[in-house]
């Protein structure tokens, strides 16, 4: 066995190198990474450890973190409260199945209070079930097979949500176009595509398919682009209409926007929403919550009927990730939590701001609340063809070169900041905007 063969135990700067750990995942692993990110060999990096608003690579670097775990670390890295109630957690059970737990049962009732929407909760692994399984539950409700979606916007790994995310081109609305290879061909003519903050569409492509329209699935805010003060009223309207549930997919601004969430922030209750990320405080656990009359189709009794919406998963309910998100949302609800916060990210957004106009540098840092990113655009985007005109490629260098400045953010991905995210770390970070856009002026 060389070095490169074996999985380190005892893991650290020095336990085995960049390089090694590199030569191990170029062998193992597709694309040497763990999904779909592949960052240039110049700035990748092995994470060894968080550390509340940082990331310490086997090099020993430190990175200032506005990857956040793709947004579930809303607390940062190891926070106390977490890894204690995870440590207490772990010594009495990681895992359980076939019957209730205690944690699970304290968080659903947590949520449940917290959401608007939710009459009764439905636990998942990940966010990406999460969206799947309120999908199948909206077919199975109405017997209706479609559902809609915006170009643009995402919502899992899963086939149903694998239309018109990342397009080259606009779609030739309701086609969408498909993202991966191995989609079933007939999957297609279920998943129709619409713009994004674009309600005329909407009820037109409404008015063609309500016959078989189960829903209508949307990020409140999608991917960086935030909603017209009309679009998300204006969908819960054509849904009422038409007979169609309204899904939010919350995985990303469920308690993040605010404790209640997108339906919070932006006053609209949907029928059914999808949840991830901060809700696990970091470990694997997603939930559906909505109205009882659809989640209960999930109850084992309706098994044979034709509206039985079936939901089961080794891991829903884990107890260690139950107890992580509880511990969060403890914190999460501490008066002004949120108010703090998104002041925080205003203030780093504006700081940004003035780094690229000093620069001359035709860009943005864009975003509400406490998500951003940085992107060359003449004016926030308001729909999937706004991203498409950005400049792809200087934004990318910029990305590159934050990240060569100790800076974690991932080319072309929105970021977010975290409420342990200080003073210092926001100074650094200037500087480092500073150091990037010398480097791509
Ligand atoms: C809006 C949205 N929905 C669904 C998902 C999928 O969640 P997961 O990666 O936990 O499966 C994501 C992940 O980034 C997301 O941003």
Same mark, same amino acid.
């Given at each position: 066995?060389?070095?490169?063969?074996?999985?380190?135990?005892?893991?650290?700067?020095?336990?085995?190198?960049?390089?090694?750990?590199?030569?191990?995942?170029?062998?193992?692993?597709?694309?040497?990474?763990?999904?779909?990110?592949?960052?240039?060999?110049?700035?990748?990096?092995?994470?060894?450890?968080?550390?509340?608003?940082?990331?310490?690579?086997?090099?020993?670097?430190?990175?200032?973190?506005?990857?956040?775990?793709?947004?579930?670390?809303?607390?940062?890295?190891?926070?106390?409260?977490?890894?204690?109630?995870?440590?207490?957690?772990?010594?009495?059970?990681?895992?359980?199945?076939?019957?209730?737990?205690?944690?699970?049962?304290?968080?659903?009732?947590?949520?449940?209070?917290?959401?608007?929407?939710?009459?009764?909760?439905?636990?998942?692994?990940?966010?990406?079930?999460?969206?799947?399984?309120?999908?199948?539950?909206?077919?199975?409700?109405?017997?209706?097979?479609?559902?809609?979606?915006?170009?643009?916007?995402?919502?899992?790994?899963?086939?149903?949500?694998?239309?018109?995310?990342?397009?080259?081109?606009?779609?030739?609305?309701?086609?969408?176009?498909?993202?991966?290879?191995?989609?079933?061909?007939?999957?297609?003519?279920?998943?129709?595509?619409?713009?994004?903050?674009?309600?005329?569409?909407?009820?037109?492509?409404?008015?063609?398919?309500?016959?078989?329209?189960?829903?209508?699935?949307?990020?409140?805010?999608?991917?960086?682009?935030?909603?017209?003060?009309?679009?998300?009223?204006?969908?819960?309207?054509?849904?009422?209409?038409?007979?169609?549930?309204?899904?939010?997919?919350?995985?990303?601004?469920?308690?993040?926007?605010?404790?209640?969430?997108?339906?919070?922030?932006?006053?609209?209750?949907?029928?059914?929403?999808?949840?991830?990320?901060?809700?696990?405080? %970091?470990? *694997?656990?997603?939930? =559906? #919550? /909505?109205? @009882?009359?659809?989640?209960? !189709?999930?109850? &084992?009794? $309706?098994?044979?009927?034709?509206?039985?919406?079936?939901?089961?998963?080794?891991?829903? %309910?884990? *107890?260690?990730?139950? =107890? #992580? /998100?509880? @511990?969060?949302?403890?914190? !999460?609800?501490? &008066?002004? $939590?949120?108010?703090?916060?998104?002041?925080?990210?205003?203030?780093?957004?504006?700081?940004?701001?003035?780094?690229?106009?000093?620069?001359?540098?035709?860009?943005?840092?864009?975003?509400?609340?406490?998500?951003?990113?940085?992107?060359?655009?003449?004016?926030?985007?308001?729909?999937?063809?706004?991203?498409?005109?950005?400049?792809?490629?200087?934004?990318?260098?910029?990305?590159?070169?934050?990240?060569?400045?100790?800076?974690?953010?991932?080319?072309?991905?929105?970021?977010?900041?975290?409420?342990?995210?200080?003073?210092?770390?926001?100074?650094?970070?200037?500087?480092?905007?500073?150091?990037?856009?010398?480097?791509?002026?």
């Amino acid at each position: 066995m060389t070095p490169e063969d074996t999985i380190a135990v005892e893991t650290g700067p020095g336990a085995m190198t960049h390089e090694a750990y590199y030569a191990l995942a170029e062998r193992l692993l597709p694309g040497a990474g763990l999904g779909g990110y592949s960052l240039p060999n110049d700035v990748r990096f092995v994470i060894h450890k968080g550390e509340g608003s940082r990331l310490q690579d086997v090099r020993g670097r430190w990175y200032i973190d506005y990857v956040g775990g793709a947004g579930a670390l809303i607390l940062g890295h190891a926070h106390p409260a977490i890894v204690a109630a995870v440590q207490e957690q772990a010594a009495k059970g990681m895992h359980f199945f076939g019957t209730l737990n205690e944690a699970a049962l304290h968080l659903a009732q947590e949520l449940q209070a917290a959401i608007p929407c939710a009459e009764k909760i439905t636990f998942t692994s990940t966010g990406s079930e999460a969206t799947f399984y309120a999908m199948r539950m909206a077919r199975a409700h109405s017997g209706k097979s479609k559902i809609l979606k915006f170009e643009g916007g995402y919502h899992g790994n899963h086939d149903y949500s694998a239309f018109s995310v990342t397009p080259k081109a606009l779609s030739n609305y309701p086609a969408g176009q498909p993202e991966t290879g191995g989609i079933p061909s007939g999957l297609a003519q279920s998943i129709l595509i619409a713009p994004y903050n674009d309600l005329e569409v909407v009820r037109r492509i409404v008015r063609e398919n309500r016959d078989d329209l189960a829903a209508i699935i949307v990020e409140p805010a999608q991917r960086i682009i935030f909603p017209k003060p009309d679009f998300l009223p204006g969908l819960r309207k054509i849904c009422d209409d038409n007979g169609i549930l309204l899904i939010f997919d919350e995985v990303v601004t469920g308690f993040r926007l605010a404790y209640g969430g997108a339906q919070e922030y932006f006053g609209v209750k949907p029928d059914l929403a999808s949840y991830g990320k901060v809700v696990g405080g %970091g470990g *694997p656990l997603g939930c =559906v #919550a /909505g109205r @009882a009359d659809v989640i209960g !189709l999930a109850a &084992p009794s $309706y098994k044979g009927k034709p509206n039985y919406a079936y939901v089961n998963g080794t891991l829903h %309910g884990n *107890p260690i990730a139950a =107890v #992580a /998100g509880l @511990a969060s949302l403890r914190i !999460l609800k501490e &008066p002004g $939590y949120y108010k703090t916060l998104n002041a925080r990210a205003d203030l780093i957004r504006r700081e940004c701001q003035k780094v690229l106009d000093r620069h001359n540098l035709p860009a943005l840092a864009v975003g509400e609340a406490s998500l951003w990113q940085i992107i060359f655009m003449p004016r926030p985007p308001a729909n999937h063809a706004d991203v498409m005109a950005a400049d792809a490629d200087r934004t990318r260098k910029l990305n590159v070169a934050q990240m060569k400045a100790g800076l974690y953010v991932l080319p072309m991905v929105r970021g977010f900041v975290s409420s342990v995210h200080t003073d210092k770390d926001f100074e650094e970070t200037v500087r480092a905007l500073d150091t990037a856009c010398r480097a791509v002026a």
